[in-house]
C-alpha cells in the first residue's frame, strides 16, 4: 500500500490542523492506520493508532483530548484533527498503516512526511 500524506502548513499557537493521508490500494480497510511525528533532533515518537473498521483508537498522552484519529473507509483516507496545538507540536508527522494489532509500533508501511509548524 503506498500513503501520501498532506495538510502541514503553518499555524499559530492555539489553532487548529487536519491532516488527511490517501491510500492506494483494496485492502485499505483491513489495516490499522497510525500516525507518527518527528520533531528535529528527536526520535519519532507514536501519536495516534485506529483499528481497521475504526472502533477502536489509541491516541499519546500528549495529545489526548486535542488530537482525534478517524479514518473513512470508502475514502481510503485516515484523518488526523489536531485543535489546541503548541509550539512543541512542531514536527514532520507520518501516518503508517500494518496489519498487526492496534497496539504496537511496529508498521508495515510508511507515508512522506508533511510538516506541521506551530508558532508561539
Known amino acids: 500500500v503506498q500513503l501520501q500524506a498532506f495538510g502541514g502548513g503553518l499555524v499559530q499557537a492555539g489553532g487548529c490542523l487536519r491532516l488527511s493521508c490517501a491510500a492506494s490500494g483494496r485492502t485499505f480497510s483491513t489495516y490499522v492506520m497510525g500516525w507518527f511525528r518527528q520533531a528535529p533532533g528527536k526520535e519519532r515518537d507514536f501519536v495516534a493508532a485506529?483499528?481497521?473498521?475504526?472502533?477502536?483508537?489509541l491516541h499519546a498522552d500528549s495529545v489526548k483530548g486535542r488530537f482525534t484519529i478517524s479514518r473513512d473507509n470508502a475514502k481510503n483516507t485516515v484523518y488526523l484533527q489536531m485543535n489546541s496545538l503548541k509550539p512543541e507540536d512542531t514536527a514532520v508527522y507520518y501516518c503508517a498503516a500494518k496489519t498487526g494489532p492496534l497496539r504496537g509500533l511496529t508498521y508495515d508501511y510508511w507515508g512522506q512526511g508533511t510538516q506541521v509548524t506551530v508558532s508561539s
Open positions: 485506529i483499528s481497521w473498521s475504526g472502533s477502536s483508537t
